[in-house]
Structure formats: structure tokens, C-alpha cells
T-cell receptor, first 112, second 115 residues
Framework: LAKTTQPISMDSYEGQEVNITCSHN???????ITWYQQFPSQGPRFIIQ???TKVTNEVASLFIPADRKSSTLSLPRVSLSDTAVYYC?????????????FGSGTRLSIRP | EAGVVQSPRYKIIEKKQPVAFWCNPI?????LYWYRQNLGQGPELLIR????????DSQLPKDRFSAERLKGVDSTLKIQPAELGDSAVYLC?????????????FGPGTRLTVL
């Protein structure tokens, strides 16, 4: 099973770039890597998804090396409102080797 | 477009009582998920439906938990009887269909407290 490992917590300051790395050594060939953001008392919200190399959208970038055993979520110029828990998810459940497993996430705290 | 709707938002019951949670997914979404999230942990998948068929219920404690999605739209998750350890947030999510890169849209969850 493609379990993920992330730092438990990270701190940063407003205006900084934040990079959160996720390790997924057993990623399956067909697995995509998806990142979610969760605020207190809300369900997780999709941020970005990728398969390899680099993906960028209006809120984040996702870097995936060639071996796909890790990925890095990059948040440019964070603000206080980016304080949340970030989950790296590998697996979609659409094959027996691709179970949906959320890890414990990374609790990101942004300070003024 | 309306998001995933869940009710109730909060529920407090005594142990051994039954409880049910309801979820209405985003219109047109074929895949529906139920998760349980304990405090400080990530969501744990309980069951996944493709239309009305449960295609992954390997993590559902079947002795006390049951779920249904009779017409392939809304769904109900039931616990009977509830135990103290069932206190958690129960999340429902939906996604458009059977595509490997499907992304999930989550509802706000139901916070269950078992006394």
C-alpha cells in the first residue's frame, strides 16, 4: 500500500514560500499524487494533483521527481489564512494496489 | 453549484444508541465516499460507492456500521449500537466518476459525540 509520510508540523511567516514534502516509497504506477487542505471544522479541500514533474495552479505548485517516491507542495507567499492541515494522498482506490490512504497530515502555522 | 451536503452537523448520543448520518453528493457525481476522522488524524475511508454499488467497504466495521445508497444519489451511514470509540467526525465526499485522477469534494462533516 502506498502510505505517505509527512512532517507533523511546520511554522513559517507571512510572505514566505513554504515547501511541504511527502514521502511515498510504494507508489503504484497508476497512482496520482493529490494534496488537500483542511481548516478546522471543515472537510478537506482539493489543492493540486500531479503525476510527474511539475504542476502549477493559481494557489500552489507540485514538484514530483522522476522516481515519484516523494513530492513537494510549494505554497508561494503564504498568508495567515494558509494556516491549516495539509494532506498528501496517493492512491485512488481504483485498483487493489491503490487504496485511498490519508496520512496524519502536516499542520502548517503561519505567523505575522 | 451546491457542494456536498451532510446532516446533521452535530450529534450527541449515549452509548448503545443508534445514530444515522445523511449525505447528498454533488449533482452528477457517481462516486461517494464515507470517511471517519479522529481528532488529530487524517480521514480514514470507511466505504466507497460507485453509483449504488459498494466497491470498497474493507474498512467498514460491519458488526455495527452499515451504509446504503439505494438510488445511486444520496447515502446514509448508520451505527448501531454506538460505542464510546465511535466519537469522531464523519465525512462524506463525492467525485465525478471512475477516473484514476478523480478528485474528491468533501462535505463539512458530522461531529459525533458518544457519551
Amino acid at each position: 500500500l502506498a502510505k505517505t509520510t509527512q512532517p507533523i508540523s511546520m511554522d513559517s511567516y507571512e510572505g514566505q514560500e513554504v515547501n511541504i514534502t511527502c514521502s511515498h516509497n510504494n507508489i503504484a504506477t497508476n497512482d496520482y499524487i493529490t494534496w488537500y487542505q483542511q481548516f478546522p471544522s471543515q472537510g478537506p479541500r482539493f489543492i493540486i494533483q500531479g503525476y510527474k514533474t511539475k504542476v502549477t495552479n493559481e494557489v500552489a505548485s507540485l514538484f514530483i521527481p522522476a522516481d515519484r517516491k516523494s513530492s513537494t507542495l510549494s505554497l508561494p507567499r503564504v498568508s495567515l489564512s494558509d494556516t491549516a492541515v495539509y494532506y498528501c494522498l496517493v492512491g485512488t482506490g481504483y485498483s487493489s494496489a491503490s487504496k485511498i490512504i490519508f496520512g496524519s497530515g502536516t499542520r502548517l502555522s503561519i505567523r505575522p | 453549484e451546491a457542494g456536498v451536503v451532510q446532516s446533521p452537523r452535530y450529534k450527541i448520543i449515549e452509548k448503545k444508541q443508534p445514530v444515522a448520518f445523511w449525505c447528498n453528493p454533488i449533482s452528477g457525481h457517481n462516486t461517494l465516499y464515507w470517511y471517519r476522522q479522529n481528532l488529530g488524524q487524517g480521514p480514514e475511508l470507511l466505504i466507497r460507492y460507485e453509483n449504488e454499488e459498494a466497491v470498497d467497504d474493507s474498512q467498514l466495521p460491519k458488526d455495527r456500521f452499515s451504509a446504503e445508497r439505494l438510488k445511486g444519489v444520496d447515502s446514509t451511514l448508520k451505527i448501531q449500537p454506538a460505542e464510546l470509540g465511535d466519537s469522531a467526525v464523519y465525512l462524506c465526499a463525492s467525485s465525478p466518476g471512475t477516473v484514476d485522477r478523480d478528485t474528491q469534494y468533501f462535505g463539512p462533516g458530522t461531529r459525533l459525540t458518544v457519551l
